[in-house]
């Protein structure tokens, strides 16, 4: 696998290599991460995996200096499931001197993490699209864990007529229901006991909605009800997938959303209702 720490190297490998998938991350990878990879080789000539901590798309208050990193473990997990390239770039590569323009994406990302997380969005607009920029990728793959982002950049890609399709991929879980996520890692065994209420409470949902419950209300109600035993809810959306704007009144799709504090941990997780996740591809 060949390491690749500036744009230019980048560019150099890219001109060799066909057809490319290409999965962007900020590192810390887990078992979610590996199943997307090893898709991404089954589909691609050749994968290409990113890892940069993002600076831009954290606040001033979140965690960008503490966020996992361990380089040495992902670049083995990325060599040992066949992703022909990696592609680690410093903040400066990203952001040299002088740098100044932004992607802002529309009101899909004002909603939800765009409103609990003022710029968050536009943090990962422009450097995905700086990615895509650099790696010219044929598709690029995205998690259902975060939903938003997927939608996000969907739109973005259709606006802007980029030449890249998005491949939407299933939530990875724990045995016992957990999304797994980078920063699982900050929890106690306590608090990633109590975490499982987040799944629980999304999937009570979903049985409701399998057993004909429409209400947007009164599905928000079965989810709160459970996932409140995490920690504390920051909001439970049940929203269109298509816009992320939320249900006032009975719909035969939705995406049920939720961001919870468990610890010091902020986890986010959903559930797609009425709709497979291959339709939005
Ligand atoms: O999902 C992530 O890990 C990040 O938001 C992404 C897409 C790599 C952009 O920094």
């Known amino acids: 696998m060949e390491v690749c720490r500036t744009v230019a ?60 990193r361990d ?7 990325l060599a040992g499931v066949g992703a022909a390239a990696a592609f680690v770039p410093s903040v400066e590569e990203m952001h040299p001197p002088g740098d100044q323009t932004r992607v802002v994406p529309g009101t899909i990302a004002s909603r939800l993490e765009g409103a609990a ?6 943090g990962v607009a422009t450097v995905v699209t700086k990615l895509f920029e650099i790696v010219r990728p044929t598709r690029a793959y995205f998690g259902q864990k975060d939903f938003q982002q997927l939608r996000v950049i969907q739109t973005i890609v259709r606006d802007l007529a980029m030449d890249v399709r998005i491949v939407p991929c299933a939530t990875v879980r724990d045995g016992d229901g957990l999304a797994l996520s980078s920063r699982n890692a900050y929890l106690s065994a306590d608090e990633r006991r109590r975490a499982l209420c987040l799944s629980r409470g999304l999937f009570a949902a979903r049985d409701a909605f399998a057993a004909g419950e429409r209400d947007p209300a009164r599905l928000r109600r079965i989810v709160e009800g459970i996932a409140s035993e995490a920690g504390r809810l920051e909001y439970v959306s049940v929203a269109d997938p298509m816009t992320l704007a939320e249900l006032d009144a009975p719909a035969e799709s939705a995406v049920i959303s939720l961001a ?22």
């Open 9 to 68: 190297e980048l560019r150099a490998w890219r001109r060799a290599a066909g057809d490319v998938g290409f999965f962007p991350t900020m590192g810390a990878l887990h078992a979610g991460h590996r199943d997307l990879v090893e898709r991404a080789v089954r589909d691609s000539e050749a994968v290409c995996v990113s890892i940069f901590v993002n600076p831009t798309q954290f606040g001033p208050h979140e965690d960008y200096r503490t966020y996992p």
């Open 260 to 281: 919870c504090r468990v610890g010091r941990a902020r986890l986010i997780d959903n559930v797609l209702l009425g709709m497979d996740l291959a339709d939005l591809s």
């Open 117 to 122: 997380r003022p710029g968050h969005f536009t």
């Open 71 to 77: 380089e040495e473990a992902d670049l083995r997990l």
